[in-house]
């Protein structure tokens, strides 16, 4: 479709009111919009823009965080995981792990294991309490992972209520969002509007297992992170 048949479909459903959640849960408002629209995945197709735009619907009262993207920091390989579970990781005792790190990094401050983050011109640092480290997201690498997992978004927001014991949402705002802002992205980052996620832990035979870096964005700031907006609805 293109954004004016998009368009068209979103004021339509606008129209329908308040809608029964297609699913129970938080995936619920996804699914029924996704229904809605007549979509099997969670992107759209659109003829006027190059890219395949991500379709991402939300409460509009809701204050969780959703993650962009997961991306490890430099420099690559073994040494800095272990240096990162030596100095900052814990053990609780009960799972088997001699040493876990799940850990979330904000600015502002430090946080529980002694790490935070700090925005620099051209890298984001990890840094650590009493520790000298070297690890480090270069901002190109950034804005090119953004890009990737998110060139454009289908950004669609509704109220919602509960009906006895039932999920109803009226989706009555949306946005197309395109072109990463990384001035904007920097400053959310000091504000900690975007945190990090650490989550590692030593396997029994002393190996690193990563899940992976993510960085994580409050549901109510992603608009933020784009420069170009069009509203559809």
Request: with cysteine; aromatic share 10%.
């Amino acid at each position: 479709m293109n954004l004016s048949q998009l368009k068209t479909k979103l004021i339509q459903i606008k129209k329908k009111g308040f809608i029964q959640s297609h699913r129970v849960g938080n995936t619920g408002i996804g699914k029924t919009l996704e229904d809605l629209l007549g979509i099997k995945e969670n992107n759209i197709p659109l003829h006027d823009i190059k890219d395949v735009a991500e379709l991402k619907a939300y409460r509009k009262k809701s204050k969780s965080m959703l993650t962009l993207f997961t991306l490890e920091p430099l420099p690559a390989g073994g040494n800095r995981d272990k240096s990162l579970l030596d100095n900052f990781g814990y053990s609780k005792r009960d799972n088997g792990r001699s040493k876990e790190l799940h850990s979330t990094l904000l600015c502002k401050r430090y946080n529980n294991q002694g790490l935070k983050l700090s925005v620099e011109k051209d890298k984001v640092k990890v840094v650590g309490k009493g520790k000298r480290l070297n690890i480090f997201w270069d901002m190109k690498s950034l804005e090119k992972k953004f890009h990737d997992k998110l060139p454009a978004l289908v950004y669609v927001l509704a109220n919602s209520k509960t009906i006895r014991d039932k999920e109803f949402f009226h989706f009555n705002e949306a946005y197309l969002l395109t072109e990463f802002n990384f001035a904007s992205f920097k400053k959310m980052i000091k504000k900690d509007y975007v945190v990090v996620e650490f989550r590692m832990f030593y396997k029994p035979n002393g190996q690193v297992r990563n899940h992976g870096t993510g960085f994580r964005v409050k549901i109510n700031k992603l608009y933020d992170c784009f420069k170009k907006k069009v509203r559809l609805l």
